[in-house]
C-alpha cells in the first residue's frame, strides 16, 4: 500500500526568500508524483509530476520539485516566494506498476509574509 | 471542454437522510475519483473508477456508502442514513492516460448533516 508524509503542517517564509515544503512516500513499485495547490476558496489544482525521466521537475507558478528515490522524497520547491504563493499544498502518490489510487498527503499550510 | 463539474455546490440534510452527490467528470477521461475532505484536513480517497469498474473501493468508509459511474461519464456517490461525521466538502476528480493521469478537480460538494 502506498502513503504519503508532509511533516510540516505548516511552512512560514518571507516574501523574496527560497521556499521547500517537504513530502516523503512510500510505495511499492514506482512511484507517480503530484503535487497539487488549494487556493482559499479556490479548487484543487495541479502544479507537477513525476513519472520518470529528469529527477527535476518544473511546474506552474515558477515551482519545481526534486525526485529522490533513495530518501524516498519529492520536496517542492521555489527559488523566491510571493505573498500569493500562500495555500495549501498537497503531495501525492500513485503506485505506477498498480492501479489509479492515489493517496493525498495531509497538505502543508504555506504563509508567505510581504 | 468544460472542467469537473459537481452538483449540488452545497447540501444540507437532517440526521438520517439519503443523498446523493453527482460527478460529470472531463469528456473523454477514463479514470474518475472520489475524495472526502473534513474541515481544515487533508484528502481522504474514498473509491475510484476506471470506465464504469471500481477496482479499489477500499476507501469507502462504511456499507452506507456507496457509488456507481455510467460508462465513462457521470458518477455519483450514494450516503445513506446520514451522520453528522459525514459533514465534510466531497471532491470529484477526473484523468486521463494521455496526461499520465494528473488528476482534474471539481469544485466538490459541501455536505452539512443537520
Known amino acids: 500500500a502506498q502513503s504519503v508524509a508532509q511533516p510540516e503542517d505548516q511552512v512560514n517564509v518571507a516574501e523574496g526568500n527560497p521556499l521547500t515544503v517537504k513530502c516523503t512516500y512510500s510505495?511499492?513499485?514506482?512511484?507517480?508524483l503530484f503535487w497539487y495547490v488549494q487556493y482559499p476558496n479556490r479548487g484543487l489544482q495541479f502544479l507537477l509530476k513525476y513519472i520518470t525521466g529528469d529527477n527535476l521537475v518544473k511546474g506552474s507558478y515558477g515551482f519545481e520539485a526534486e525526485f529522490n528515490k533513495s530518501q524516498t522524497s519529492f520536496h517542492l520547491k521555489k527559488p523566491s516566494a510571493l505573498v500569493s504563493d500562500s495555500a495549501l499544498y498537497f503531495c501525492a502518490v500513485r503506485d505506477g506498476d498498480g492501479g489509479f489510487k492515489t493517496i493525498f498527503g495531509a497538505g502543508t499550510r504555506l504563509f508567505v509574509k510581504a | 471542454g468544460a472542467g469537473v463539474s459537481q452538483s449540488p455546490s452545497n447540501k444540507v440534510t437532517e440526521k438520517g437522510k439519503d443523498v446523493e452527490l453527482r460527478c460529470d467528470p472531463i469528456s473523454g477521461h477514463t479514470a474518475l475519483y472520489w475524495y472526502r475532505q473534513r474541515l481544515g484536513q487533508g484528502l481522504e480517497f474514498l473509491i475510484y473508477f476506471q470506465g464504469n469498474s471500481a477496482p479499489d473501493k477500499s476507501g469507502l468508509p462504511s456499507d452506507r456508502f456507496s457509488a456507481e459511474r455510467t460508462g465513462e461519464s457521470v458518477s455519483t456517490l450514494t450516503i445513506q442514513r446520514t451522520q453528522q461525521e459525514d459533514s465534510a466538502v466531497y471532491l470529484c476528480?477526473?484523468?486521463?492516460?494521455?496526461?499520465?493521469?494528473?488528476?482534474?478537480f471539481g469544485p466538490g460538494t459541501r455536505l452539512t448533516v443537520t
Open positions: 476528480a477526473s484523468s486521463s492516460w494521455r496526461s499520465s493521469y494528473e488528476q482534474y
Open positions: 510505495v511499492s513499485g514506482n512511484p507517480y
